[in-house]
Nanobody
Framework: QVQLVESGGGLVQAGGSLRLSCAAS????????MGWYRQAPGKQRELVAV???????NYADSVKGRFTISRVNAKNAVYLQMNSLKPEDTAVYSC??????????????WGQGTQVTVSS
């Protein structure tokens, strides 16, 4: 079992910045990809950014050039630096982790989410 705890959300004006953090604890043989997703009211959850344990990254087109995902493998932690925030970035942001067991079974874990609100 892996527990994910996010922090760093809040209220910010458009153009501002926030940094989200997510720490994983518990038992996992090998955490591969870690990522951030978001869900705005009335919308489906969407991928924001993902990073592998080798450092490869992928971003949603809507956040490219504004958001940066990073990771500290030794801490099983993932971060999301969000700059030039827009009102349309308002959502609940959740981190996730893909955990592989010794037998190569994949388990995906999710955090509870943290609210990000961007005012215009």
């Amino acid at each position: 079992q892996v527990q994910l705890v996010e922090s760093g959300g809040g209220l910010v004006q458009a153009g501002g910045s926030l940094r989200l953090s997510c720490a994983a604890s518990g038992t996992c043989f090998n955490i591969q990809a870690m990522g951030w997703y978001r869900q705005a009211p009335g919308k489906q959850r969407e991928l924001v950014a993902v990073i592998t344990n080798g450092g490869a990254t992928n971003y949603a087109d809507s956040v490219k050039g504004r958001f940066t995902i990073s990771r500290v493998n030794a801490k099983n932690a993932v971060y999301l630096q969000m700059n030039s925030l827009k009102p349309e970035d308002t959502a609940v942001y959740s981190c996730n982790a893909d955990c592989y067991s010794k037998h190569n079974d994949l388990y995906r874990y999710w955090g509870q989410g943290t609210q990000v609100t961007v005012s215009s």
